[in-house]
């Protein structure tokens, strides 16, 4: 047991840097995924249009095969990883060059399975050679470089921190190290502190030791927070200071957002973190808006007054994953008729993005005739601009005539013109409100003369 502890520390911990890495770069991940399937999706079409089916090619090498072979069938996917990494750690370095070599061809870590492997390939190699596994890992690029240094140098410091840190020191690639740094700080700079002021003090290039700190606080912000507010001390630069202040701030919002609503609410106006408040509480709606709602309806009149009673007419959309019953409950304990008015706005605002027809049964709970109207618009805007016909036709058969319905016909009739002008016209005389109608009528010619232009 105790000469697998190094390892298992080093798995729990490379599986935290994966997650923190894959939710870093998820947009792009899934950008890239996108175009992916719309590539593959016309080469398939392709093929079979020509009556071809390209052969798929081999996932893996002769290693990776018998690896999977060595391995007894299990439904546990966490037993069989295990599993697999034991058959690595009892490699030799033969056999580790070889599993290596068909990990690294493809250039990036394509599952779970092939991301253990690499861990455990590294964690083995490090205990058989270290300075090897070193060299190794920072010819790699992307990913993979970090993912292996990582694997190697916390093995490596686990079994022998002076040499680790004396190689460090002074061998290996500048942005590699830089690289290394950042997740070690996201790894242990919670845990163990000092580890990470010592790789960082070995990186010769100022810049690069300021932006290693960035980074630091950028993934530790949302792995630790705390640990994450401590490392401002070390920031002189004021812009750079309080670009670390928000990405700390960020970082509390998304793990602890009662704490940072305290903070926020606890600095004076003009302070980014107070003037930004009301969209915090929105943010903290999408991840949990039953809590979020609880929150807002325990403050005091003060802080609701702020939250809603705004210029801006408070949050403009948010807690549309909650419930209608979350909300009317909410609502309830809101004893102010215009903050109930808002945040069923902001409700359907926010409910329209996905389930515009969902959101046009909760329009008549809101009491303000001109918010109702304008959020009314907003609804029939988002099903025009999502093409549902069918889904507005139904609504509009049984809704009565009244303002509310003719601003949804409106904002609908808005979104649909630019692409189906004539379906446009066709459906204006469905606005029963005369000087709406001639003002969609109007907005409609102005629109179409400017495409003429």
Not at 50 to 61: D, E, I, L, R, V
Not at 350 to 358: A, D, G
Not at 367 to 389: I, P, W
């Amino acid at each position: 047991m105790k000469r697998w502890f190094p390892f298992l520390l080093t798995f729990t911990a490379a599986l935290g840097v994966c997650s923190w890495l894959y939710f870093l770069n998820g947009s792009e991940i899934d950008r890239l995924s996108g175009e992916s399937r719309v590539s593959a999706d016309k080469k398939s079409a392709d093929s079979r249009m020509h009556g071809k089916a390209k052969p798929s090619a081999k996932k893996n090498g002769p290693a990776q095969d018998r690896l999977s072979a060595s391995i007894k069938p299990t439904r546990n996917g966490i037993r069989s990883l295990f599993e697999r990494s034991t058959k690595i750690m009892e490699m030799d370095q033969a056999e580790l060059e070889e599993l290596l070599a068909e990990l690294e061809a493809k250039g990036s870590i394509r599952s779970p399975i092939s991301g253990i492997s690499l861990i455990a390939a590294y964690s083995r190699l490090a205990e058989i050679n270290p300075v090897l596994a070193m060299e190794r890992a920072v010819k790699l690029t992307g990913e993979l470089r970090g993912i292996a240094a990582f694997a190697t140098m916390n093995q490596w410091l686990m079994r022998d921190r002076p040499a680790a840190l004396a190689w460090f020191a002074k061998d290996g690639d500048a942005k590699a190290k830089q690289d290394y740094v950042t997740m070690m700080s996201f790894g242990f700079g919670g845990s163990d502190p000092e580890l990470v002021e010592q790789l960082r003090d070995s990186l010769n290039d100022p810049e690069q030791k300021q932006k290693s700190i960035m980074d630091s606080i950028s993934a530790l912000a949302f792995s630790d927070p705390d640990a994450a507010l401590k490392q401002l001390e070390k920031i002189e630069d004021p812009a750079q200071r309080e670009e670390a202040e928000a990405r700390v701030y960020q970082g509390f919002l998304y793990r602890y957002p009662d704490k940072a609503l305290e903070y926020a609410l606890a600095q004076a106006p003009g302070h980014k973190a107070r003037d930004n408040v009301r969209m915090s509480v929105v943010q903290w709606g999408e991840q949990d808006a039953g809590a979020a709602l609880k929150w807002v309806t325990s403050q005091n009149k003060d802080v609701r007054k702020e939250l809603f009673d705004t210029e801006s007419n408070g949050p403009g959309w948010g807690f549309g994953k909650a419930t209608p019953e979350q909300i009317k409950d909410a609502a309830v304990k809101l004893d102010d008729q215009g903050q109930r008015d808002k945040l069923y706005a902001a409700y359907v605002n926010s409910r329209s993005q996905s389930e515009p027809t969902q959101a046009l049964t909760e329009l008549s709970n809101i009491r303000d005739k001109e918010l109702q109207t304008y959020t009314a618009a907003s609804v029939g805007t988002q099903l025009g601009r999502n093409g549902q016909t069918n889904q507005f036709n139904t609504w509009l058969e049984t809704a009565p005539p009244n303002d509310m319905r003719d601003a949804t016909v409106a904002g609908y009739i808005r979104a649909v013109a630019p692409n189906n002008p004539t379906a446009a016209v066709e459906m204006l005389p469905k606005i029963t409100n005369t000087t709406m109608r001639t003002q969609v009528t109007s907005a409609l010619k102005t629109a179409a003369v400017e495409q003429q232009k």
